[in-house]
Nanobody
Framework: QVQLAESGGGLVRPGGSLRLSCAAS????????MSWARQAPGKAHEWIAG????????WYGDSVRGRVTISRDNGKNTVYLQITKMAPEETAVYYC?????????????????WGQGTRVTVGS
């Protein structure tokens, strides 16, 4: 069974940096693209970043481009997200997601969520 477990959320000061981890199990991790999305209260999921299975290419959403890095360690079955210069409007639950078989890794609809997410609050 696919399992994704996000961690690293909590309070981030405005202008500060965020670093999240997602531990994966139940599938061949390096065969699948991974992504991160966030969901603020009353809002739809916003796609933040994606990375190919072998880590050879990435994509970033417009709202975070220039401030974001997605990375993965296939030996640890873990994908990471780093965002700098965080603003209060980025308070949300952050989720990692796994690409489905036979899908385009650049399409947000290719991904499925398996974890509970980790809550990030940006404030003083």
């Amino acid at each position: 069974q696919v399992q994704l477990a996000e961690s690293g959320g909590g309070l981030v000061r405005p202008g500060g940096s965020l670093r999240l981890s997602c531990a994966a199990s139940g599938f061949s991790f390096s065969d699948y693209a991974m992504s991160w999305a966030r969901q603020a209260p009353g809002k739809a999921h916003e796609w933040i970043a994606g990375i190919k299975g072998d880590g050879s290419d990435v994509w970033y959403g417009d709202s975070v481009r220039g401030r974001v890095t997605i990375s993965r360690d296939n030996g640890k079955n873990t994908v990471y997200l780093q965002i700098t210069k965080m603003a209060p409007e980025e308070t949300a639950v952050y989720y990692c997601a796994k690409a489905k078989d036979g899908t385009n890794w650049l399409n947000p609809s290719s991904y499925e969520f398996w974890g509970q997410g980790t809550r990030v609050t940006v404030g003083s």
